[in-house]
């Protein structure tokens, strides 16, 4: 059974860091591209941010490229979205989600639950 | 990018059919085949339903189909039913990255 689990969500101030992880099973993680995509309360769906397989192909949202960094470790089945300069509007529950193929140009097949991120003074 | 444009809500009773429109350009919807639509539930996560403008997954009732034309994408849910009642994503390449529309929420009557 695929299973994605996110983690690293809390509450930060504007301009600070967070790194969002997310720990994948029950697939050979490395046969497929991931990605990131968040939901702000009470709003829709937002692409972030995807990676390619082997992690040599990276792209981002217009919303948060430069302040980003999506990264992967396939030894540890894991996808990594770090996360700087937030601000407000960056506030949302971010799934990681699998692409259906080794790059993210299809569909999201498999979603986490999310980790929320709020960001507030 | 531009989210693409889905009406913000679409109903109809049991057994009856219902169409959701998903409006992008020709450097989205229009100009690829990798169109997607996705269930959402209340305080759940998304569930893809079409991948590819009109194939669906394994487990996905085939009530569900999904069209395109030009700019425009199609998703249709026939015979209707009470659990059918979500909101409803629409996604697409976008060249370099991929793009959500607005979501439409479906109400089952």
């Known amino acids: 059974e695929v299973q994605l689990v996110e983690s690293g969500g809390g509450v930060v101030r504007p301009g600070g860091s967070l790194r969002l992880s997310c720990a994948a099973s029950?697939?050979?993680?490395?046969?497929?591209?991931m990605s990131w995509v968040r939901q702000a309360p009470g709003k829709g769906l937002e692409w972030v941010s995807g990676?390619?397989?082997?992690?040599?192909?990276?792209v981002y949202g217009d919303s948060v490229k430069g302040r980003f960094t999506i990264s992967r470790d396939n030894a540890k089945n894991s996808l990594y979205l770090q996360m700087n300069s937030l601000r407000a509007e960056d506030t949302a529950l971010y799934h990681c989600?699998?692409?259906?193929?080794?790059?993210?140009?299809?569909?999201?097949?498999?979603w986490g639950q999310g980790t929320l991120v709020t960001v507030s003074s | 990018q531009s989210a693409l444009t889905q009406p913000p809500s679409a109903s109809g009773s049991p057994g009856q059919s219902v169409t959701i429109s998903c409006t992008g350009t020709?450097?989205?919807?229009?100009?690829?085949?990798?169109v997607s639509w996705y269930q959402q539930h209340p305080g759940k996560a998304p569930k893809l339903m079409i991948y590819?403008?009109?194939k669906r997954p394994s487990g996905v009732p085939d009530r569900f189909s999904g069209s395109k034309s030009g700019n425009t994408a199609s998703l249709t849910v026939s015979g209707l039913q009470a659990e059918d009642e979500a909101d409803y994503y629409c996604?697409?390449?976008?060249?370099?990255?991929?793009?959500f529309g607005t979501g439409t929420k479906v109400t089952v009557l």
């Open positions: 989600a699998r692409c259906s193929t080794t790059s993210c140009y299809s569909a999201l097949d498999y």
């Open positions: 029950g697939f050979t993680f490395d046969d497929y591209g």
């Open positions: 990676i390619n397989w082997n992690g040599d192909s990276t």
């Open positions: 020709s450097s989205d919807v229009g100009g690829y085949n990798y």
């Open positions: 590819e403008v009109s």
């Open positions: 996604s697409s390449y976008a060249g370099s990255n991929n793009v």
